[in-house]
T-cell receptor, first 113, second 115 residues
Framework: QKEVEQDPGPLSVPEGAIVSLNCTYS??????FMWYRQYSRKGPELLMY????GNKEDGRFTAQVDKSSKYISLFIRDSQPSDSATYLC?????????????FGQGTTLQVKP | DADVTQTPRNRITKTGKRIMLECSQT?????MYWYRQDPGLGLQLIYY???????NKGEISDGYSVSRQAQAKFSLSLESAIPNQTALYFC??????????????FGEGSRLTVL
C-alpha cells in the first residue's frame, strides 16, 4: 500500500462547479501538507500549504486537513477552464524546505467551458 | 528564462547507453533535487543535495548517480540505461532559508525514452 493515495481521475466538470480533490495517507508522522498544480508539459508548482489540521483559504481554493482521519482535501470554487491541470498532494513529517516530500499519484482535472 | 532549466527536454536512447540529464538554477537556492514521474505513481525522489558537498539518496536511487558541480548545477546520470527508466524526470530547487512551506521550484522536465 502506498503511503499516500490519490484518485487519479480524470475528473471532468463544467465551468463554475465546485471541485473536491482528496488524498488519504497512512503515516501519522506527516505534519506538513501541500497541493501542487501541474499544467501539461510543465513542472509542478506549489498551490497551497498547510501545517497540521485545519483549513486554509486562498481565493477560490481551500485546503483542508483532517489528521484524525488521515485525509486531506483541496476545494476549488467557481472552477475555471484555466484550472484544468493535474493536482498533486504532497506531505512530509519534516519541517523546513527539506524537499523530502511524498507525493500522491495526481488527479487530472478538466474544466469544460 | 526559466528559473530552473533542464537539458535535454527530450531524449531517446538505447538500452545500455550512458545518459546525463543536466539541471541549472538561477534562484540562488542551496538545495537541489531530482524526481522521477511515472503515470499512476506520482513523483518519486531519486537524489537530493542540501549543498555542494552533501548528496543523499532518495527513495529510488538504484541505477542512478548524481553530481553537484556547483551550487547552481546538479546533474543526473544513468550509467547503463534500461527500458524501465523511461520516465519524465524533474529537477527542483529550494532554499533552506525559506518560510519552510515545502516549496520546491521545478524545471519543465526531461522526457527520457529507453528503447
Amino acid at each position: 500500500q502506498k503511503e499516500v493515495e490519490q484518485d487519479p481521475g480524470p475528473l471532468s466538470v463544467p465551468e463554475g462547479a465546485i471541485v473536491s480533490l482528496n488524498c488519504t495517507y497512512s503515516n501519522s508522522a506527516f505534519q506538513y501538507f501541500m497541493w501542487y498544480r501541474q499544467y501539461s508539459r510543465k513542472g509542478p508548482e506549489l498551490l497551497m500549504y498547510t501545517y497540521s489540521s485545519g483549513n486554509k483559504e486562498d481565493g477560490r481554493f481551500t485546503a483542508q486537513v483532517d489528521k484524525s482521519s488521515k485525509y486531506i482535501s483541496l476545494f476549488i470554487r467557481d472552477s475555471q477552464p484555466s484550472d484544468s491541470a493535474t493536482y498533486l498532494c504532497a506531505m512530509t513529517p519534516y519541517s523546513g524546505n527539506t524537499g523530502k516530500l511524498i507525493f500522491g499519484q495526481g488527479t487530472t482535472l478538466q474544466v469544460k467551458p | 528564462d526559466a528559473d530552473v532549466t533542464q537539458t535535454p527536454r527530450n531524449r531517446i536512447t538505447k538500452t545500455g547507453k550512458r545518459i546525463m540529464l543536466e539541471c541549472s538554477q538561477t534562484k540562488g537556492h542551496d538545495r537541489m533535487y531530482w524526481y522521477r514521474q511515472d503515470p499512476g505513481l506520482g513523483l518519486q525522489l531519486i537524489y537530493y543535495s542540501f549543498d555542494v558537498k552533501d548528496i543523499n539518496k532518495g527513495e529510488i536511487s538504484d541505477g542512478y548517480s548524481v553530481s553537484r558541480q556547483a551550487q547552481a548545477k546538479f546533474s543526473l546520470s544513468l550509467e547503463s540505461a534500461i527500458p524501465n527508466q523511461t520516465a519524465l524526470y524533474f529537477c527542483a530547487s529550494a532554499s533552506s532559508g525559506g518560510r519552510g512551506t515545502g516549496e520546491l521550484f521545478f524545471g519543465e522536465g526531461s522526457r527520457l525514452t529507453v528503447l
